[in-house]
């Protein structure tokens, strides 16, 4: 396997598996239950991600970096902070169409953000319009 296909294969996975996780928080909060089974479905979800990154490693015979780990680890709990303080507001009846655009275009702002600032990321035509684009969705979503 080329390193362009992994790469769109891993992309495609990171694209199904950014939309699940929070699917499921909206799930929890209509049923009922978020109050109960917030922390076990956070942790069966982090963990079932965290066993699916290994096994790929494992099998592209990767080798673990010092950095790399300490990055993974800072930016998985911070992934983890925000679906459950996510999962907080839905408990407290913040509505979905508040709770999805704030997390989702946040998200797009930092980002954005720190291509632009922290690597001097030039952002041209694609970019703007990837993030025009962000912009777009999050305010259509808003309005369903």
Excluded at 35 to 49: C, D, S
Excluded at 74 to 97: D, K
Excluded at 104 to 127: D, I, K, P
Aim: proline share 2%; charged share 10%.
């Amino acid at each position: 396997m080329n390193r362009s296909s992994a790469w769109l294969r891993l992309m495609a996975v990171a694209f199904v598996a950014n939309g699940l996780g929070p699917f499921g928080l909206k799930i929890m909060a209509e049923k009922g239950l978020s109050e109960t089974y917030h922390y076990q479905y956070l942790i069966l979800w982090y963990a079932g991600g965290l066993a699916f990154g290994l096994i790929w490693f494992l099998a592209t015979r990767g080798r673990f970096r010092g950095q790399e780990l300490v990055m993974s680890f800072g930016i998985g709990m911070a992934s983890f902070g925000g679906q459950l303080f996510s999962l907080l507001a839905l408990e407290r009846n913040v509505p979905g169409y508040v709770v999805f655009p704030m997390t989702t275009g946040g998200n797009l702002f930092l980002v954005a953000a720190a291509g632009v600032f922290l690597f001097r990321e030039r952002v041209g035509a694609y970019g703007i319009a990837g993030i025009l684009t962000g912009i777009l969705s999050l305010i259509l979503l808003s309005l369903g």
